[in-house]
């Protein structure tokens, strides 16, 4: 969402030579409460959306005490995959190195974030994490693939058969807990993507939001974006 205007990050910082090898961090607007969110932004891994569709939702997070971070990412029209997947990894690492951002960490993703978050919390990178919290996310990739979600988002990210290896489904139960909020009104990604994932993975955690939309657990105006601090501050007992 891009509606609704929102501060500058205090600061953007390079992980690589490419031009979408950058990350965004903004400072709490309040006292701090020691904690890093991470927020990974969807968009069906197109490059059409890149992580300003994230901004509100990371200002949110940070008028709520938080440090935020939002990683960019290579997106390709075709197979870019193995790109991003690298990117991620590299971000990852690079943020967690920053010597002024906590050490107490979650991921945060939206749509196709949801499933780039659950999907690193198998990385070496995320040893440590709290967990992550899947908004609206693509957690079964065949699922996706399927319904033909994204026009086709998932056959042009892989530019083939999904490997097994990325999809969340199945990797199995995470080494951090996994939240999966999902509205069931969502017509992006239907709720049942977010059942598939929870009833296939031991360990998850499932939260229906009744009459939500895609958009609105990322929209911080509303009451499903109160439950994502919820479920951010549970992981990290705050």
């Not at 990350?23 to 309040?30: I, K």
């Amino acid at each position: 969402m891009t509606d609704r205007v929102t501060r500058r990050p205090d600061e953007t910082i390079s992980y690589g030579a490419f031009a979408d090898q950058v990350y965004d961090v903004r400072l709490p607007r309040v006292p701090a409460l020691g904690a890093l969110v991470i927020v990974v932004h969807g968009g069906f891994w197109k490059p059409a959306y890149d992580r300003s569709h994230a901004a509100a939702q990371a200002e949110g997070f940070a008028e709520a005490g938080f440090h935020v971070a939002v990683p960019e990412y290579r997106r390709a029209r075709r197979a870019g995959w193995p790109h991003l997947a690298a990117d991620l990894r590299a971000a990852l690492a690079t943020i967690r190195s920053h010597p002024h951002l906590p050490e107490r960490a979650v991921l945060v993703g939206h749509s196709a974030g949801g499933q780039l978050v659950a999907w690193a919390l198998h990385q070496r990178i995320a040893a440590g994490l709290a967990g992550a919290v899947s908004l609206g996310g693509c957690l079964d990739l065949a699922l996706c693939r399927e319904l033909d979600l994204g026009n086709g988002a998932v056959e042009a990210l892989f530019g083939g058969p999904t490997p097994a290896d990325a999809d969340p489904l199945l990797l199995g139960a995470a080494p951090a807990p996994v939240i999966a909020l999902h509205g069931d009104r969502d017509e992006q990604v239907p709720v049942e993507v977010s059942r598939s994932y929870h009833r296939a993975v031991p360990g998850s955690t499932l939260r229906e939001l009744p009459g939500v939309d895609h958009y609105a657990p990322i929209d911080p105006r509303t009451e499903a974006f109160v439950t994502s601090l919820d479920a951010v501050r549970s992981l990290l007992a705050i």
